[in-house]
């Protein structure tokens, strides 16, 4: 075994015997993936998760995962986090440090602006709400030299219906270390004033604003979105209005007879995610910020829950999903303006797969569950090779111990 793998474990079980009597609650989470849907790859992940007393939360996780030209291994979350009342009669402050994973969708599912398909970054985060606002901010430094992630989102909450608009930027140090990266201040602002300034270069920021949406009723229905778009000069073609660097994504769900459907369709257009230097590119340790099959790709997921299980099955769903040839570090108009169109989606050979799956859920003993999901499918111009078809599997195997 890895020995920082051995070292976190043994950190593991020392928090294990240290605070059980201070913990209110804790839990462990080890899941195992391999899915298909991104590139036959292998996820591990160990994370302890425990709450002293009402205010402090403490997490450490290890990862090991590899897919195609990228591995990774180390600890994927290592964090401290603590709330604070503030004056009024519900504003709370939250501070974390520490080595952290991001999910910004706003019900909890994917996302095509921040996932936590990347391993874990280190950063400070900050979480400020006062009733139906809520104000997150996220400094953190990405792998590789002189890289940072910024991050800011605000969301206002009205009856069923929640809304969210913010910007990420990847950035070097000289954008990044300065006092209004730390302050609810807009980073396109500061990069054109940094730019007229002649403080800040092109190169040195690549930067994205996001809307988001949700509508949840007590009924069961919900319906959000998500859409992130990248900063690039052409938004508007010469022959009317027409968006390339974008990435969507919508989500549904609701009753159907004693069960519920849900669906969700994600599309991210090519060159999305990257930028004019490698070192701008909207990834850590080479996995993608933001949705992991982006870019150049598009996927609709279906998925019906029983109403009651039978052996323990508890859903079935259907993926169909789109590859095209783009990949990060892609560069827009490297080919000249008319070439790049022509490769915004789904570019040269399409990878086709359509995926059937089921999901299981059990209980292992007090306060222990597994969740287990198998599924195949056939997948047509497999790794955008022409003709070359084969049947690809997809597995997760999930285990939640409270105690």
Known sequence: MHSLCRQTLLVLLLLCLVFPKMAVCAEINIRIAAPDAVLDSMRQDVTYKTSLGSEWQLAIGYSQRFAKHRTYSGLNQAHISRSWDLPGPSATLTLLAG??????????????????????INQIQYIY???????????????????????????LQAGYLTGSLGETVVCNGQFAKNLVSFMPWPYYWTQWIGLDAGFTRNNDVNAFAFVQGELATPSGISLGGEVMVDDMPHWFSQIGAQLFQVAILLHAQAPL????????????????????????????????????????????????????????????????RRQGEGRMGDIWERAGYDESVKKAFLAGVVEHSQLIYATAEYSLWQGAHMQVRFGFGPVQNAKNKPGYNKVAPDGLLFINWQF
């Open 99 to 120: 080595k952290a994973v991001n999910n910004w969708s706003l019900w909890g599912g994917d996302s095509v602006v921040l996932s936590d398909f990347a391993p874990g």
């Open 257 to 320: 007879g004693e069960g519920q459907l849900a669906m969700q369709y994600a599309r991210v257009n090519n060159f999305t995610y990257s930028f004019q230097v490698d070192a701008g590119d909207y990834q850590h340790h080479n996995y993608i910020l933001g949705y992991p099959l982006g870019p150049d790709v598009d996927e609709l997921r279906l998925h019906f829950s029983f109403a009651r299980s039978y052996l323990g099955i508890n859903g079935t769903g259907l993926v169909i």
């Open 129 to 155: 709400r006062n009733g139906p606002v809520t104000l997150e901010k996220v400094i953190g430094q990405l792998s590789g030299e002189d890289r940072y992630l910024l991050a800011h989102r605000l969301t």
